[in-house]
């Protein structure tokens, strides 16, 4: 896992960009205007079902773009630039309160423009300028009108990495930006709903407290995640799973503004997951990555976990008990980590 120090990392994200672009990606051009998606009240009796499990299905994971935001270290700045009244986007506040974003309200223009990329620019430059510290700026849109922001922050001497979909990203962008990574390819993206099971097993008894024994059909390794080019999206058969898309502190239980809960051993699961992920993202996918940067990735994912708090003396037996897709190498004086390579 590359180390990352003290770096600092802004995170702005062109909220209707980027679910416009997804829901487009699944369904096919022009299909958000098509099937006026951005007034669409989805818990409304006269709601269109159709259209609702196609929402659904093309949930932007805000967890997802966060968790490899801070990647690249301590996310200072995350804020999201879209009109929150639409129920479209209103329909992301359980994620948006759990990852603490700022929203900032962009009131329509015009039929079809409401000058989210202005404002976040003007924003994107200031902060430059008013905050020396920050050292990366995650952005998270794929319009053309971004390239000339992308080599300001350039010259500013900060590191840009663009985050956008598939198909709806400017050729241009990319070549502006230090480092760009399609929202397809961001680990955890493409986990199945099947990991969420098969991530525990097995669990050897933890120092503190005895765990539940996992079910015999997670003995097997669970499969890396699968390559979207792997898995062609069509307008009929969408690729990702609704379930998916929850954001891991949704395992916390309860609402979203209820008080925080103990983090469950689950949730700690898939926190191990998707740092060993993120890490192997940034490297090989058989490298083997120091437990300590592992666990630095971890608590920037969530700044609650504790090993001991699940019943584990030490970060080093809680990893050896999720044996099932983590592999710990002891040959060295340095404990290392890596996802357990797929059989076969």
């Known amino acids: 896992m590359a180390e990352v120090g003290d770096n600092r990392v802004a995170v702005y994200i062109d909220f209707d960009n980027i679910v416009i672009s997804l829901y487009n990606q699944l369904y096919g051009r022009g299909a958000f205007q098509s099937d006026r998606v951005r007034n669409v009240v989805v818990d409304s009796p006269s709601a269109d079902h159709a ?22 270290g301590t996310v200072v700045i995350s804020r999201a630039y879209a009109d929150w009244s639409q129920p479209v986007n209103a329909g992301y506040r359980r994620q948006l309160i759990d990852r603490a974003i700022d929203l900032t309200q962009m009131f329509p223009l015009s039929a079809t423009k409401n000058g989210a990329d202005i404002r976040l620019a003007i924003d994107v430059v200031e902060d430059m300028f008013r905050l020396s510290d920050v050292t990366h700026v995650v952005l998270v849109a794929g319009d053309s009108d971004y ?19 598939a198909g709806a990203t400017s ?13 397809d390819d961001l680990p955890g993206i493409w986990v199945e709903e099947e990991d969420a099971e098969t991530v525990e097993a097995p669990q050897p008894a933890p120092a503190k407290a005895p765990a539940a024994k996992a079910p015999a059909k997670t003995a097997a390794a669970p499969a890396r995640k699968q390559a979207p080019a792997k898995k062609p999206v069509t307008k009929t058969t969408p690729a ?37 992920e993120l890490g ?58 890596r996802l357990r390579p797929q059989a076969g």
Not at 147 to 165: F, M, N, P, S, T
Not at 171 to 183: H, I, Q, T
Not at 282 to 307: C, G, T
């Open 51 to 72: 259209v609702v499990e196609r929402i659904g299905s093309a949930t932007v994971d805000i967890g997802a773009i966060l968790d490899y935001a801070s990647s690249f």
């Open 280 to 337: 192997h993202d940034k490297s090989a996918d058989d490298e083997w990555l120091a437990m300590s940067a592992v666990k630095d990735q971890i608590k920037r994912l969530d700044p609650s976990f504790h090993e001991k708090s699940i019943g584990y003396s030490s970060f080093s037996d809680f990893v050896k008990s999720r044996s099932g897709f983590a592999e710990v190498n002891n040959s060295s004086n340095a404990v290392k980590v």
């Open 147 to 165: 390239v000339a922001l992308a080599q300001r922050v350039k010259r500013l001497g900060r590191y840009i990495v663009a985050v956008g979909v």
């Open 240 to 276: 990702r799973k609704t379930a998916a898309v929850e954001p891991l502190a949704d395992e916390h239980g309860g609402d979203a503004d209820e008080p925080a809960a103990k983090l469950s051993p689950r949730a700690a699961t898939k926190l191990l997951r998707r740092a060993l």
């Open 171 to 183: 050729k241009s962008l990319p070549a502006a930006c230090n480092e760009f990574s399609l929202y």
